[in-house]
Every structure is written in structure tokens, then in C-alpha cells.
């Protein structure tokens, strides 16, 4: 059984840094990308960054030169690096696991940036 546990949420001041990361634990064969997405209240979920088993990546507008996404593939563990934040990065994160067969997703961690 696949699960995806994450972590490095919390409250922060604007312009402060967080790391989070998402390991998962379990057997997922062929692994196309992981990423994650944040929703904020009365807001949709949204594509926060994404990096493929390749290496390669794709953000958000609104995160560009802030936040960096990386993976580890050996340990099946992606990391979301965000600096300079900002009270609108106020939002639950959330990992996601995309394989040729699956799609997986993490439990949500609060990301809190007060001003």
C-alpha cells in the first residue's frame, strides 16, 4: 500500500524560508513526475511545481525564483525549497505522485506566512 507522508509545514513570517518534504513509502513502479499543489480557503487546488522522473521542472508563475523543487529518486522523496514568502503562499500543500498507473496523493500540510 502506497502512502505519501509530508512534512516542513508551519507558521512562518513573510520573507521567511520553509522546506517541505514528501516521502513515499510502498512499492510505485514507473514514477512519470512528482509535485506538489496548495489549495487556499474558498480557492481551487493548484499546480504549485512538478519535476519529472527526468529532472525536469515547471512551476507556477507566482513561484518562480522563489521556490525549488527537487527529487530523490533513490529514496522516492520530493522536496518543495520555499523562500520569500508571502502571506498569499498561505495554503495546504500537497503532494502528488503521478505513475503510468496511479495517481497518489498526500495527506496536506498547512503552510502559514503571517505579514
Known amino acids: 500500500q502506497v502512502q505519501l507522508v509530508e512534512s516542513g509545514g508551519g507558521l512562518v513570517q513573510a520573507g521567511g524560508s520553509l522546506r517541505l518534504s514528501c516521502a513515499a513509502s510502498?512499492?510505485?513502479?514507473?514514477?512519470?513526475?512528482m509535485g506538489w499543489y496548495r489549495q487556499a480557503p474558498g480557492k481551487q487546488r493548484e499546480l504549485v511545481a512538478v519535476?519529472?522522473?527526468?529532472?525536469?521542472?515547471n512551476y507556477a508563475d507566482s513561484v518562480k525564483g522563489r521556490f525549488t523543487i527537487s527529487r530523490d529518486n533513490a529514496k522516492n522523496t520530493v522536496y518543495l525549497q520555499m523562500n520569500s514568502l508571502k502571506p498569499e503562499d498561505t495554503a495546504v500543500y500537497y503532494c502528488?505522485?503521478?505513475?503510468?498507473?496511479?495517481?497518489?496523493w498526500g495527506q496536506g500540510t498547512q503552510v502559514t506566512v503571517s505579514s
Open positions: 519535476i519529472t522522473s527526468g529532472g525536469s521542472t
Open positions: 502528488k505522485v503521478v505513475s503510468t498507473w496511479n495517481d497518489y
Open positions: 510502498g512499492t510505485i513502479f514507473s514514477i512519470n513526475s
